[in-house]
């Protein structure tokens, strides 16, 4: 099976890490890989209902399935055109947004008045969808440290009506900082993103151990960083696109070990690993959840929910 999965372009190295990950299924699971996703959307409530704007779409043709985890989530099963260039999407009805993009700011759960911070925001996908659960009141702090990306989320947000957004170019590493206590934090971490292969082939090739040794250092920065912001009963929600346990599981183990937190049960995808590699982690970990494109018919995602005790 090895050299089935080395066939499929992936280096020795992390064909053999992931056939120990998962055995027969390693092929299953990168060959999904190679599929494309389907063509999603979220309905942005902040300029329309779900039932009108679906309505819309329907009278041009489209066709859709809802995403499970997300109420304002649909996937395309018929395009008669591209959907990018309808009067929707132009206007900021709709964003298009994989599927999985989708379960961190459900997960996270904010509510209107809160003060929320995104740590990773641009293009601004995460951070309209927070702004759409908040029904645009409360605050959102949105980090990103390129100016041109930030350039990149300002116009999405003018886009989707989202009047509730601080911008802050920078490195959410320096959050504390601002001396905001945030009630709750949306990290979607810098990752090595191996389970976007996708739409991102090159990344078989491109990354390294060191490579994930350097994105594992710098996720957990930031969750430091998170978590010395947070109030206590504050909620932070950590994901990737990554499939190493390194940056997944490893990660949450560290934050376990090292704060004061308890990590609160997921409803969608699977649970997380305990043994990745053989080394045994705390059960608890089984909270945090990841997608698999085999599985879930999305990119491979992993997402953790805590809480700050105190």
Known sequence: M???LIRLGYPKKFAERYEELWGERALTILRAMERPLP????????????????????????QFRRVPWSRFGFCLTREPFSIASTP??????????????????????????????DMAAAPGGKTSHLAQLMENEGIIYAFDV??????????????????NTILVQGS?????????T????????????????????????????????????????????????????????????????????????????????????????????????GVELSGEIEKARRFYPDRHGTSGFFVAKMRLRG
């Open 2 to 4: 090895l050299e089935k």
């Open 146 to 163: 390129r100016a041109e990306r930030l350039r990149e989320a300002s116009l999405n947000l003018s886009r989707l009506g989202v009047t």
């Open 39 to 62: 063509r999603c959307f979220r309905v942005n409530t902040l300029r329309g209902t779900v039932q009108r704007v679906t309505k819309m779409l329907n009278r041009k043709g489209f």
């Open 172 to 180: 959410a590493e320096r959050l504390p900082e601002l001396g905001v």
């Open 182 to 277: 945030f009630d709750r934090i949306l990290l979607d971490a810098p990752c090595t993103g191996s389970g976007t292969i996708h739409k991102n082939p090159e990344r078989k090739t491109s990354r390294s151990m060191e490579d994930v040794r350097f994105c594992q250092g710098l996720q957990m920065r930031l969750i430091k960083a998170a978590l010395e912001s947070l109030r206590p009963g504050g909620v932070l929600v950590y994901s990737t696109c990554s499939l190493e346990p390194e940056e997944n599981e490893f990660v949450i183990q560290w934050v376990l070990d090292n704060f004061d937190v308890e990590l609160l049960p997921l409803r969608y995808g699977e649970p997380a690993l305990t043994e990745p590699f």
């Open 88 to 117: 929707e999407h132009l206007g900021g009805f709709v964003y298009l947004q994989e599927a999985s993009s989708m379960y961190p700011p459900e997960a996270l759960e904010p509510v209107r008045g809160e003060t929320v911070a």
